[in-house]
């Protein structure tokens, strides 16, 4: 057996028992899984592309202190086969067509709208917002160099298609970064305009990663007009205040929100955080988790499963101090879940009563299936995180400009107060993600995970209670047929996800009628969402005249003969949400 090397105590805050050693151990020799060998026959399948190896390596760090943001991002870093932490990867994630390898190794804009099925066009009239922290003093220029690289829409300051604010909308920049969200901003802007190339992007750089600072730059981006803004920060969720709470809660707006790389409540810090992260745990934002995306040869979707560099099979690395990554989530200790959550067939699987579980919709977020984006800036001469040109960047910073940006290609919110509902209304266009689990165990199970909840750190994987029992068929860290906690709904099959949708109803009736002479119509009707059903009726006769019920049955009298009406039924369901249908009526 190796002996874990003093370093463990910067992860296991708590002294670690000779049997918790020897769990440990257990768990290390544990036999492959499913999951692990989903993801090698992914990133294997493809034989005519070369196998590397990689590390993460964090953009921002870890949160440090309450009310204090970091941002999502990591960057793969290539190393020689045998390097502590090492993970083989495959080039633009198996793609090997050409136009289909960035720079660096990575996805390209095309691979993304290949690989979710999302247009190259759209997006006009649909402004994206991005709030990060610091200034970038070369985004205008990078993202121009991206656009040239890959042939996109030319997008900059000059032609009013990217605007860069401080966090009250003024023209006075904060200060140079010198920790790493350089390379946040510049994933989030060419993400943005790599998915939709007609939107409008205003980059909204707060003067520090605070919550007062983050909270002002988010209710800036809505003021100035944003139709979706896309935040790829987070904190536990302890470090809430009503301020940045309420900077969150904008009806209307398309507000998404990277659920973290730290797993499920932030289990691979081991800190005995057991809470997600914000702003992904309000329930007025879109939370959005991470998966590994992995694609054949012409960047076609081959497969994907729950993004987690963790888990038993790396313990190793934790005892090294290696970067990690996981998609975050996890089931809120403060914020309750909506109705179209706890309304869910599968709901009582997943644990959280009636607190809301991260999270809604997934997209890709492993840096070894990372995207490819220019940053040239240096830091400021700091210890920057990366050597400043074209870098493969993963984490779900990734992941929630996609989505914002998809949003965006749909028409927004659509007067949706809450736009999450859209997602659980189209639960059959999303791509149901059933492999891998963002928790200690990734999806093994009681069966092959020895019981890891025994650390001393509470709960790290929803396989076992925190008193150490067994469960079986828990969503909350596993993926699932059908909703669970990492990925929500599923990731972006096409546009169809995002859009509006509501109740359907049809009529049911005489065709033809005679004039004064009462006769009856009814409506028969079916609702999308979880827990949703028709409210209210409202009939538009055709004739001027109208009548609203509450039940599917109204009865009329057309007053003139000879002409043919349309009857038009319009329900509303208990979201809110409203449908309609006609039906023709020869009156003679």
């Given at each position: 057996?190796?002996?874990?090397?003093?370093?463990?105590?910067?992860?296991?805050?708590?002294?670690?028992?000779?049997?918790?050693?020897?769990?440990?151990?257990?768990?290390?020799?544990?036999?492959?899984?499913?999951?692990?060998?989903?993801?090698?026959?992914?990133?294997?399948?493809?034989?005519?592309?070369?196998?590397?190896?990689?590390?993460?390596?964090?953009?921002?760090?870890?949160?440090?202190?309450?009310?204090?943001?970091?941002?999502?991002?990591?960057?793969?870093?290539?190393?020689?086969?045998?390097?502590?932490?090492?993970?083989?990867?495959?080039?633009?994630?198996?793609?090997?067509?050409?136009?289909?390898?960035?720079?660096?190794?990575?996805?390209?804009?095309?691979?993304?709208?290949?690989?979710?099925?999302?247009?190259?066009?759209?997006?006009?009239?649909?402004?994206?917002?991005?709030?990060?922290?610091?200034?970038?003093?070369?985004?205008?220029?990078?993202?121009?160099?991206?656009?040239?690289?890959?042939?996109?829409?030319?997008?900059?300051?000059?032609?009013?298609?990217?605007?860069?604010?401080?966090?009250?909308?003024?023209?006075?920049?904060?200060?140079?970064?010198?920790?790493?969200?350089?390379?946040?901003?510049?994933?989030?802007?060419?993400?943005?305009?790599?998915?939709?190339?007609?939107?409008?992007?205003?980059?909204?750089?707060?003067?520090?990663?605070?919550?007062?600072?983050?909270?002002?730059?988010?209710?800036?981006?809505?003021?100035?007009?944003?139709?979706?803004?896309?935040?790829?920060?987070?904190?536990?969720?302890?470090?809430?205040?009503?301020?940045?709470?309420?900077?969150?809660?904008?009806?209307?707006?398309?507000?998404?929100?990277?659920?973290?790389?730290?797993?499920?409540?932030?289990?691979?810090?081991?800190?005995?955080?057991?809470?997600?992260?914000?702003?992904?745990?309000?329930?007025?934002?879109?939370?959005?988790?991470?998966?590994?995306?992995?694609?054949?040869?012409?960047?076609?979707?081959?497969?994907?499963?729950?993004?987690?560099?963790?888990?038993?099979?790396?313990?190793?690395?934790?005892?090294?101090?290696?970067?990690?990554?996981?998609?975050?989530?996890?089931?809120?200790?403060?914020?309750?879940?909506?109705?179209?959550?706890?309304?869910?067939?599968?709901?009582?699987?997943?644990?959280?009563?009636?607190?809301?579980?991260?999270?809604?919709?997934?997209?890709?977020?492993?840096?070894?299936?990372?995207?490819?984006?220019?940053?040239?800036?240096?830091?400021?001469?700091?210890?920057?995180?990366?050597?400043?040109?074209?870098?493969?960047?993963?984490?779900?910073?990734?992941?929630?400009?996609?989505?914002?940006?998809?949003?965006?290609?749909?028409?927004?919110?659509?007067?949706?107060?809450?736009?999450?509902?859209?997602?659980?209304?189209?639960?059959?266009?999303?791509?149901?993600?059933?492999?891998?689990?963002?928790?200690?165990?990734?999806?093994?199970?009681?069966?092959?995970?020895?019981?890891?909840?025994?650390?001393?750190?509470?709960?790290?994987?929803?396989?076992?209670?925190a008193g150490g029992i067994p469960t079986v068929g828990i969503?909350?860290?596993?993926?699932?047929?059908?909703?669970?906690?990492?990925?929500?709904?599923?990731?972006?099959?096409?546009?169809?996800?995002?859009?509006?949708?509501?109740?359907?109803?049809?009529?049911?009736?005489?065709?033809?009628?005679?004039?004064?002479?009462?006769?009856?119509?009814?409506?028969?009707?079916?609702?999308?969402?979880?827990?949703?059903?028709?409210?209210?009726?409202?009939?538009?006769?055709?004739?001027?005249?109208?009548?609203?019920?509450?039940?599917?049955?109204?009865?009329?009298?057309?007053?003139?003969?000879?002409?043919?009406?349309?009857i038009t039924l319009t329900v509303t369901d208990s979201y809110?949400?409203?449908?309609?249908?006609?039906?023709?009526?020869?009156?003679?």
């Amino acid at each position: 057996m190796r002996h874990f090397p003093t370093r463990i105590s910067r992860y296991w805050p708590t002294a670690v028992t000779a049997s918790a050693a020897v769990g440990l151990a257990v768990i290390m020799t544990a036999p492959a899984t499913a999951a692990t060998a989903t993801r090698t026959a992914g990133s294997s399948a493809e034989p005519h592309a070369v196998t590397r190896y990689a590390v993460g390596e964090r953009v921002c760090g870890t949160p440090r202190r309450a009310h204090m943001a970091a941002c999502d991002a990591e960057i793969r870093k290539v190393v020689k086969k045998g390097t502590k932490g090492a993970r083989p990867f495959k080039i633009a994630a198996g793609a090997t067509k050409p136009d289909t390898i960035g720079p660096a190794g990575g996805l390209t804009p095309g691979d993304l709208g290949t690989a979710y099925g999302l247009p190259t066009t759209g997006g006009h009239g649909q402004t994206v917002a991005i709030v990060d922290a610091y200034n970038d003093p070369g985004i205008n220029a990078d993202l121009q160099t991206f656009d040239t690289n890959y042939g996109l829409t030319s997008c900059s300051t000059t032609n009013g298609c990217l605007k860069v604010v401080n966090e009250t909308g003024g023209s006075a920049l904060p200060p140079d970064d010198t920790s790493g969200w350089s390379v946040e901003e510049s994933l989030d802007v060419e993400t943005v305009h790599s998915v939709c190339q007609g939107c409008k992007i205003i980059l909204v750089e707060a003067t520090s990663p605070s919550n007062s600072d983050l909270a002002t730059a988010e209710n800036t981006a809505v003021a100035l007009g944003a139709n979706e803004v896309t935040n790829s920060f987070g904190e536990p969720e302890s470090g809430t205040s009503p301020g940045f709470q309420a900077a969150f809660n904008h009806p209307g707006v398309v507000i998404t929100a990277s659920s973290g790389d730290d797993g499920f409540d932030f289990y691979d810090l081991l800190a005995s955080y057991n809470e997600p992260s914000i702003p992904a745990a309000y329930n007025t934002t879109v939370s959005v988790g991470g998966t590994s995306l992995y694609l054949n040869q012409t960047a076609n979707r081959q497969s994907e499963s729950v993004w987690n560099d963790n888990g038993p099979r790396d313990v190793l690395q934790q005892a090294f101090g290696e970067a990690l990554g996981a998609g975050g989530g996890g089931c809120s200790t403060l914020f309750s879940a909506r109705r179209w959550q706890t309304s869910l067939s599968v709901w009582g699987r997943t644990g959280c009563g009636s607190n809301r579980l991260d999270n809604d919709v997934a997209a890709d977020a492993d840096y070894l299936t990372g995207f490819d984006i220019y940053d040239s800036y240096n830091c400021g001469s700091a210890p920057c995180p990366s050597t400043p040109g074209w870098l493969t960047v993963g984490g779900t910073s990734l992941s929630s400009p996609i989505i914002a940006s998809a949003y965006a290609l749909a028409g927004g919110a659509r007067g949706v107060a809450y736009p999450a509902l859209t997602l659980y209304g189209h639960q059959r266009n999303a791509d149901d993600i059933t492999t891998g689990g963002n928790g200690w165990c990734d999806g093994e199970g009681a069966s092959q995970c020895p019981n890891p909840n025994s650390s001393g750190n509470g709960l790290v994987d929803c396989s076992y209670t925190a008193g150490g029992i067994p469960t079986v068929g828990i969503r909350t860290c596993d993926a699932s047929l059908g909703y669970d906690g990492p990925t929500g709904v599923g990731t972006p099959n096409g546009l169809a996800l995002f859009i509006r949708t509501g109740p359907s109803a049809t009529i049911s009736g005489p065709a033809t009628v005679t004039h004064h002479t009462s006769r009856t119509w009814t409506a028969s009707t079916s609702d999308p969402f979880p827990g949703g059903a028709v409210t209210s009726y409202k009939w538009n006769w055709g004739d001027g005249t109208t009548t609203t019920t509450s039940t599917g049955s109204a009865s009329h009298t057309y007053a003139t003969g000879g002409v043919t009406r349309t009857i038009t039924l319009t329900v509303t369901d208990s979201y809110g949400m409203t449908g309609s249908t006609t039906f023709k009526v020869k009156v003679n």
